[in-house]
């Protein structure tokens, strides 16, 4: 069975850092396409970081430079290190993994979906 568990929000300034972990079961980390996404409220979904199983990693400008997502293969987890936090960054945290097409691409929607994680940025 699949599941994905995510932890490490909570509340930090604006300024701040915060690392979110991802525990899977059911399958390995190393060969799906994993993610994080957000949803603010009122505000529609949006992905913050995506990892190929080639480690190719993808960001919007929204974050990139400040978000970094990484694979720990060993403990089978995804992390997400969130740098320079602002009050926009508040949000409900989700950790996502689909199946790879063929080849390994990625371009198809998660289909698995952690509970989601709270972060809170005060300014």
């Known amino acids: 069975q699949v599941q994905l568990v995510e932890s490490g929000g909570g509340s930090v300034q604006a300024g701040g850092s915060l690392r979110l972990s991802c525990a899977a079961s059911g399958f390995t980390v190393s060969s799906f396409c994993m993610g994080w996404l957000r949803q603010a409220p009122g505000k529609e979904r949006e992905g913050v970081a995506a990892?190929?199983?080639?480690?190719?990693?993808a960001y919007p400008d929204s974050v990139k430079g400040r978000f970094t997502i990484s694979k720990d293969i060993m403990k089978n987890m995804l992390h997400l290190q969130m740098n320079n936090l602002t009050p926009e960054d508040t949000a409900m945290y989700y950790c996502?993994?689909?199946?790879?097409?063929?080849?390994?691409?990625?371009?198809?929607?998660?289909?698995?979906w952690g509970q989601g994680i709270q972060v809170t940025v005060s300014s």
């Open positions: 990892i190929d199983p080639d480690g190719t990693t």
């Open positions: 996502a993994a689909v199946s790879p097409l063929k080849g390994g691409a990625c371009n198809r929607p998660f289909t698995e």
